[in-house]
C-alpha cells in the first residue's frame, strides 16, 4: 500500500508580499514554502505510515528549486519524491496541471490499496480545483475537504467538513481526498529525517517520461493547451479608515445598528 501526496510549492504570503507594476506577484523576490493545505494531507499521510507501515511517496509539478521542498518532504518522513518539471509544462492552467500531475501518478502507479491525497486550496492560485480533477482524470472516486480520516482495510471513513457542519462519508481504494488544515498539526522535520532526506530516491520526470501517457497531449499542457487564461490581474483598492465605537450602552448600540442599517448590513 501506498499514499501518494501532491504538494506545491507557493510564495510565502505570511511575509512582504511583492507584486509586479502589472499587478502579478513577484514569485522571484519572495521566500517559497509548502502549500500549506499540503502539509495537513502530508501529516495526513505519515501518520497513516506510522499506523501501518505503508510508503508515502511525494510529487510535485514546478521549476527545479521545487526540488528543495521535496527534500523537506523527505526530511518529515516520505519514503520518495518525485519532481515533475519541463519548460512543456511551464503556464498550466489547472486543466492542464491536474492532466500532468494525473500522468505523473500513473507513472507512479495507483494500486487496489492506494491514496491520493491533496490540499483543498494552493493560496497562491486559490482554485481548489487541481486535486477534484486529478480524481476525475484518474477515474478516482474523491473526498474533498476532509477533517478527520480513518483507515479500516480498504475502507476510509472521512468527516468531511462543511460550511455549517460535518458530513461523514465512507469511501474505499484507491480514492482521492483533498485535506484542511482542521486534520491535523503538521510534524517539523527531525534532524536525523534531514539526513535520511539524502539518501532518499528523488526521481525527475520531464516531458519524454511522461509524453506515452493518453493525457499527455502538446494541444492541452503548458501555456498553449490550458483552455483559461488571466486576461487582467490587479490588486483591489485600499479600503478606508473603519470607524470604531466605544462603549457597551444602550446609545452606542443603537448608532451602531443606524450605521449598519444605512450601510444595508442590518
Ligand atoms: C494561463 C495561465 C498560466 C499560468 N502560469 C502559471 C505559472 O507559470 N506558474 C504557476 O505557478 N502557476 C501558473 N498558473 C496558475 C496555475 O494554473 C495554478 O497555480 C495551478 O494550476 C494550480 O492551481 P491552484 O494554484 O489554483 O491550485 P488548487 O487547485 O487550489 O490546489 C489544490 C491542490 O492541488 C495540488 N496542486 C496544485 N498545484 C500543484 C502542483 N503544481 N504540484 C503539485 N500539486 C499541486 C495541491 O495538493 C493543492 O493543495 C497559470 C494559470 C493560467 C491560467
Redesign the pocket.
Known amino acids: 500500500m501506498k499514499i501518494i501526496v ?3 510549492q507557493v510564495p510565502d504570503t505570511s511575509g512582504k508580499v511583492a507584486v509586479n507594476p502589472d499587478g502579478t506577484l513577484n514569485r522571484a523576490s519572495m521566500q517559497t514554502i509548502t ?1 500549506p ?2 502539509m495537513n ?1 502530508l501529516e495526513a499521510a505519515l501518520k497513516i505510515k506510522d499506523e501501518t507501515g505503508c510508503k508515502v511517496v511525494v ?4 521549476p527545479p528549486p521545487a526540488a528543495g521542498m521535496l527534500r523537506e518532504a523527505l526530511a518529515m518522513g516520505a519514503d520518495e519524491a518525485v519532481l515533475v518539471s519541463a519548460r512543456e509544462f ?5 486543466y492542464a ?1 491536474s492532466q500532468i ?1 494525473a500522468a505523473a501518478i500513473n507513472r507512479i502507479g495507483v494500486e487496489k490499496n492506494d491514496i491520493v491525497m ?5 493560496i ?8 477534484p480533477q486529478i480524481a476525475e482524470k484518474l477515474h478516482l472516486p474523491q473526498v474533498t475537504y476532509a477533517a478527520d480520516i480513518h483507515k479500516d482495510g480498504d475502507t476510509i471513513t472521512v468527516k468531511r467538513m462543511l460550511e455549517d457542519g460535518y458530513m461523514t462519508i465512507k469511501v474505499k481504494t484507491p480514492c482521492l481526498l483533498t485535506c484542511i488544515k482542521e486534520l491535523n498539526e503538521p510534524r517539523y522535520m527531525s534532524v536525523s529525517g534531514v539526513f535520511e532526506a539524502y539518501s532518499k530516491p528523488l526521481t525527475t520526470f520531464d516531458y519524454e517520461a511522461l509524453k506515452d501517457d493518453p493525457l499527455i497531449d502538446k494541444s492541452t499542457i503548458g ?1 498553449s493547451g ?1 483552455p ?3 486576461l487582467t490581474s490587479f490588486t483591489p483598492p485600499q479600503k478606508g479608515a473603519g470607524m470604531m465605537l466605544e462603549g457597551a450602552d444602550k446609545a452606542t448600540c443603537e448608532k451602531l445598528a443606524e450605521i449598519l442599517a444605512k450601510k444595508h448590513i442590518i
Open positions: 501532491s504538494i506545491k502549500n493545505d499540503d494531507a510529487v510535485t509539478m514546478g511551464g503556464g498550466s492552467d489547472t496541471t500531475i491533496c490540499g483543498r486550496q494552493a497562491d492560485g486559490d482554485t481548489a480545483q487541481v486535486g501555456l490550458s483559461t487564461n488571466i
